[in-house]
């Protein structure tokens, strides 16, 4: 690849004032309002925000992919000196994949499954004429090489369904990257991906700006992320670009309080040690080999398959304390926690609850048990019944346990102000919440059957960092209060860091690693840790001292992972 | 549901379907307060419409009453329509139900038992059932349920399948509830949209294979009905083609007038226009 | 080698399917009204007393039900599928003359609603799509749900009345013009022009149900992200929809062509009556007319089978165009 010859330095996209109006009915008046910013030749530009922000937004109205009903009302978007919202479909047709490229969040869907994967990287060069003839495929396995993928010839033939999350992100670049674009417009590209595949993901965009000196807009909104690859930041609050600058100024020394707050919302590790009471109770929970295998196909005339989705895991947890386990997609730790409330039968193993062996009864059986464990679930939009009110969600539990109605409602006023939540929303839907207002009903309604375990599956993973933080503070002051054991499953090492007392690591199906964060952290004994650790976004800026961002942002830990 | 019948009330396909339709309803419901029985052979035989005004549409080569045909035929159609569609629909969602809440063993057995009803053509086996039978409206509308469920099931079964999946259901397992109550208060709910929809076009296509039925000389022999009265018609094409179009068109109104609602009570449910965030 | 095996395990459900039909012949016929003897004989028949009783022998209904059901499946494995005392002739026989005339009208007609379906239905979504031709998207669903709603024997004789009657164009009745005695090339043109007002009016429902099931498909594919990230490189909007949305669009057709075959066979029933087509749908028919019930039995059958047969094939198809399915699974 060769480094491409642009003035570095050059004003490539300036973006002036873009407004995009949001149709009648809808709960602002703008998707984005006044929204400036440049971009240069040669570095990052991060821009950062919450759901709602309108960071998307920007992004595909530079594009022009923009949805029928938004349309842009104001303001101009120059590219290299050409208003892009003034141009025809033909002539934006021209730039798109060859002056810009973009890469979507989800790689899971963003190929077109029934066609190989090397016509499709042909096809952008076929639509603009370049590298006609052989000269074609032997670009496209230059480019898959370029990116990273192993075997380009044989993978160029593969369709996208045999790729993984990551390779399928890294053909997406790859697509992006053909006809060597000035800009590259990132959407959330590795929002989707596991911790450490989004490290070499990045590693990966770092490098290739690094040697064709393009411009990159990367949006994201994790501020680890920012603090690894960004060299400037702008900040977006509900469509408004409220702050912007040089990352450091930013990261270290924000002015605007919105931004101030989210970056104090990052989870990072809380340096008070907890205090641990004496061991001297017999645990809440105590887990030994459990073992989860699913089994698929095994037809008279098809091989079977067998993924051990939880291979032979002991651990404990005592109450008043919170245990996290830690791992990435296909780790096992969903299904550990499923195992844990009967949700999934399991194939081996000893769950002593209270010194009960919870695993080995039947379902009736189990019945009466239910009421101690409880669940939090991960999708506030998908774990209300959207056809029942609040109320009933939350005394559906005690009533099915035999608590008389009256005392079932008492109890559910109550709890909803224990979870800071109005008293009136007792008689309201669900869609009448947002995400993290429910989540907050889901813990009311774990907690209606008072129980002594709760199993959080990956409760906050699905909210937005600033609620994360509210609703983590929450589940802290119920857990003092209440003397709770909880178990904390999450794919965030920051997130467990901040709020458990103990942290489990899973890889595969296996534990790999015990101990407490400190421990974790500082001693990792296992390499898959340590490889996971060193893939946190943002540490260096995090670790140098607790609360206050480090400066150093130019060494950046991905060093390994540039290929 | 206010905001329900908005959408609905917007769709002006679906507002003019609904008026048909209460209009067929009426007629159904009302006609022998307006016509005596259409069976009765009093008038002057092949007469055209609209030139006596006791027979505003004529009369057929009996000289029967044609309009009087028409106002009773709707009876029969919505009749075997609506108890047909309701029988095909509640034991779709017994078999759908069970199959995709069990799963496994349940679940193999009942779709090996849907498949089966579903592959056989369904026109030939309403035909043969209501032959072997007699046919009366009871063979009819039996007939009709029998080849017409299997759809239902399998809708009902995929919609099970991924509800159960759906963390609010997981969390009614985790809470304590039983089988049999999640089914019905946490489950069922969710799934009625699209059962709703189903049904509704379900009716229409009953009442098509109803007038096919008659059509093929099938239909109960006390009941008129307008396939009847197309297939009587059918000698007649030459001489008095109006004869045939009339009923025709009635079939073709309520069809399409039950069709428009359907698609009307889809929309509605599903609105397309996607909010952020939601 | 998967190929293979799939094909078996295929063929054996189908198998089942058919055992199935057989079955339930066997037992309508118990479970109707009256003594099964005279309803295998038919109304022809069950006058004649001697008939009746050696009917009763033959399939021994004097004897426990799971022997007349062996009795029974003996006979339709050896290809009896009864006798046809109004036709004094083998059910078999009857059907085997008239099956492939149902199959002339069902494949053209088959092929020319899913042809002109798909192509129509394609058009409207992307007239919707691009904002262009608006008119095109509305007009064609409304011809679509007019032609979905409208009887299929009705719009037969709607065509007859007016392409024979009124405009005598096209013949309205039979294969084959009648004593004419015309061979070679001639004759070929005489079935033709024959064929034209069965297929097509067996042909326009289904040609509405799949330019609405195309429809919908395609822009439900239209919202998907492949299709945007196709956007993003500069593809143009016409070839986005050949290259990227048709392509997966047309899969859940596929599927869904099998399943309307078997509606197809039961239109063919209608169709072959309004137009005295002699196929097989013709032949229940005048079973239906002459209560003869070994007859109407043994069509069921064939029609069925015949079914079952396309629905394997489609669904090999399907396998076929879907690279995420290999062909063991």
């Known amino acids: 690849m060769q480094v491409k010859h642009q003035n570095p330095d050059e004003l490539l996209l300036r973006v002036e004032r873009l407004s995009v109006a949001l149709p009648a009915g809808s709960d602002r008046g703008h998707a984005i309002k006044d929204v400036s910013f440049d971009l240069r030749a040669g570095e990052i530009l991060c821009i950062v925000g919450e759901s709602g922000s309108g960071k998307s937004i920007s992004a595909n109205a530079i594009m022009g992919l923009l949805p029928d009903y938004l349309r842009p009302e104001s303001g101009r978007i120059l590219f290299k000196g050409r208003d892009l919202l003034r141009l025809t479909e033909e002539e934006l047709l021209a730039l798109r994949g060859k002056d810009i490229g973009m890469i979507f969040q989800e790689p899971m869907s963003a190929l077109n499954p029934v066609m190989q994967v090397g016509q499709q990287i042909a096809e952008v060069l076929a639509v603009h004429g370049a590298y006609p003839g052989p000269a074609r495929r032997q670009r496209v396995i230059e480019l898959l090489e370029f990116v990273g993928l192993p075997d380009p010839a044989t993978l160029a033939q593969a369709f996208p369904f045999r790729l993984s999350g990551g390779q399928r992100q890294r053909v997406m670049i790859a697509m992006a990257l053909a006809l060597e674009p000035s800009i590259l417009i990132a959407d959330e590209p590795t929002t989707a991906l596991d911790v450490t595949t989004q490290a070499q993901i990045l590693g990966l965009i770092n490098r290739i700006q690094a040697s064709m000196g393009m411009g990159v807009m990367f949006i994201t909104h994790d501020f680890g992320v920012v603090a690894d690859i960004a060299d400037r930041v702008a900040v977006m609050e509900k469509g408004v670009l409220v702050e912007q600058g040089p990352v450091d100024e930013v990261l270290n020394r924000p002015q605007h309080p919105y931004t101030q707050r989210l970056i104090a919302a990052v989870p990072h590790r809380s340096r008070e040690a907890a205090a641990v009471p004496a061991q001297a109770a017999a645990p809440l929970l105590e887990v030994k080999n459990l073992s989860k295998t699913y089994r698929t196909g095994g037809g008279l005339f098809t091989k079977k398959r067998v993924v051990h989705a939880v291979d032979d895991a002991s651990f404990s947890v005592q109450r008043g304390q919170t245990l996290g386990i830690v791992g990435e997609s296909g780790s096992g730790k969903s299904t550990i926690g499923r195992c844990l409330l009967r949700l999934t039968d399991i194939d081996s193993g000893q769950m002593l609850f209270d010194g009960t062996d919870i695993a080995t009864l039947s379902a009736a059986q189990f019945r009466p048990h239910r009421r101690h464990l409880q669940m939090i679930f991960q999708d506030p939009f998908a774990s209300l019944n959207p056809r029942h009110t609040v109320g009933r969600i939350i005394t559906d539990g005690p009533v099915a346990n035999g608590v008389p109605y009256a005392q079932a409602q008492r109890k559910a006023r109550e709890l909803l102000r224990l979870v800071e939540l109005d008293e009136s929303a007792f008689d309201r839907y669900p869609n009448a919440f947002s995400g993290g207002q429910r989540q907050r009903v889901g813990i009311a309604r774990a907690l209606a059957l008072e129980p002594t375990l709760l199993v959080a599956d990956e409760s906050v993973s699905a909210l937005d960092v600033s609620v994360q933080a509210q609703v983590l503070k929450l589940l802290h002051d119920i857990q003092q209060r209440l003397n709770v054991g909880m178990i904390f499953i999450t794919h965030d090492l920051r997130v467990a860091a901040q709020v458990c007392d103990r942290i489990v690591v899973m890889h595969k199906g296996r534990i790999v690693e015990q101990g407490t964060p400190a421990e974790v952290f500082e001693r990792p004994s296992n390499a898959y840790t340590q490889r996971l650790i060193a893939a946190i976004p943002g540490q260096r800026w995090l670790s140098v001292s607790p609360g206050q961002p480090g400066n150093s942002t130019q060494d950046s830990p991905l060093a390994e992972y540039q290929q | 549901m206010k905001k329900f019948i908005r959408r609905f009330m917007a769709n002006r396909g679906a507002v003019a379907g609904l008026a048909i339709f209460i209009l067929v309803i009426v007629l159904a419901l009302t006609c022998s307060f307006w016509f005596e029985s259409p069976w009765t052979m009093l008038g002057q035989p092949l007469l055209p419409p609209l030139q006596d005004p006791d027979f505003p549409l004529g009369t057929d080569m009996l000289g029967r009453d044609i309009a009087a045909g028409l106002a009773y035929g709707a009876r029969v159609s919505l009749l075997v329509g609506v108890v047909s569609t309701l029988a095909a629909v509640v034991f779709g969602i017994l078999v759908g139900s069970l199959a995709g809440f069990y799963g496994g063993r349940v679940d193999d057995v009942l779709m090996r038992f849907t498949e089966f009803f579903q592959t056989i053509p369904q026109l030939a086996m309403a035909v043969v059932l209501v032959a072997i039978f007699n046919p009366s409206i009871y063979s009819i509308v039996g007939a009709i349920a029998i080849v017409s469920w299997p759809p239902v099931a399998r809708l009902v079964r995929s919609e099970f399948l991924s509800l159960k999946q759906r963390e609010f259901v997981q969390a009614a397992i985790v809470i304590g509830q039983t089988p049999s109550r999640i089914i019905v208060t946490q489950i069922l709910p969710n799934a009625m949209p699209p059962i709703i929809v189903t049904a ?40 008095a083609p109006l004869m045939s179009v009339m009923p025709g068109v009635a079939i073709l109104l309520a069809v399409l007038a039950i069709n428009l609602i359907g698609e009307g009570l889809n929309d509605a449910m599903n609105p397309q226009l996607r909010k952020r965030g939601e | 080698m998967k190929s293979i095996s799939f094909i078996a395990s295929r063929s054996g459900k189908a198998l089942f399917v058919v055992l199935g039909v057989v079955i339930l012949n066997f037992l309508l016929i118990r479970l109707a009204p009256g003594d099964p003897a005279s309803i295998m004989a038919g109304e022809a028949a069950s ?33 009896d599928f009864g006798y046809s005392y109004r036709n004094k002739v083998p059910v078999l026989q009857l059907i085997a003359e008239r099956l492939p005339a149902t199959l002339l009208l069902m494949l053209p007609a088959f092929l020319f609603s899913l042809l002109l379906g798909v192509l129509l239905g394609m058009l409207a979504a992307r007239s919707r799509y691009t904002g262009r031709q608006g008119w095109l998207d509305s007009t064609i669903m409304s011809v679509a749900l007019l032609l979905y709603a409208t009887p299929l024997f009705w719009l037969s004789l709607l065509m007859i009345i007016l392409f024979s009657v009124q405009l005598n164009w096209l013949p309205a009745f039979g294969m084959e013009s009648v004593g004419a005695g015309l061979a070679g090339w001639a004759h070929v043109k005489d079935v033709a022009a024959h064929l034209v007002l069965p297929v097509v009016s067996l042909g326009c429902f289904f040609m509405a149900v799949y330019a609405r099931l195309t429809r919908a498909s395609m822009l439900e594919v239209m919202g998907m992200d492949f299709v945007k990230t196709a956007r993003a490189k500069g593809v143009p909007a016409g070839q986005v929809i050949r290259r990227h949305v048709l392509r997966n669009a047309i899969l859940p057709v596929v599927t869904f062509s099998g399943i309307q075959l078997g509606q197809m066979a039961g239109g063919a029933v209608l169709t072959e009556t309004v137009f005295g087509w002699p196929g097989i749908g013709r032949l229940m028919f005048d079973a239906l007319m002459q209560r003869d019930y070994q007859l109407l039995l043994g069509v069921f059958l064939v029609t069925s089978v015949m079914v079952v047969v396309f629905n394997l094939l489609t669904d090999l198809i399907y396998r076929l165009v879907d690279p995420r399915i290999e062909l063991g699974t």
């Open chain 2, 200 to 239: 509704s076009l379900m009716i229409a296509t009953a009442i098509l294979t109803e007038a096919s039925l008659s059509f093929l000389g099938l239909g109960d022999r006390n009941m008129m009905s307008w396939g009847f009265m197309i297939g009587a018609a059918r000698t007649m094409l030459r001489e």
């Open chain 3, 47 to 79: 006058s004649d007393p001697v008939y009746v009783e050696q009917l009763r022998r033959q399939f021994g209904f004097d004897q426990p039900l799971y022997q007349q059901l062996w009795i029974y499946l003996k006979g339709i494995v050896q290809l």
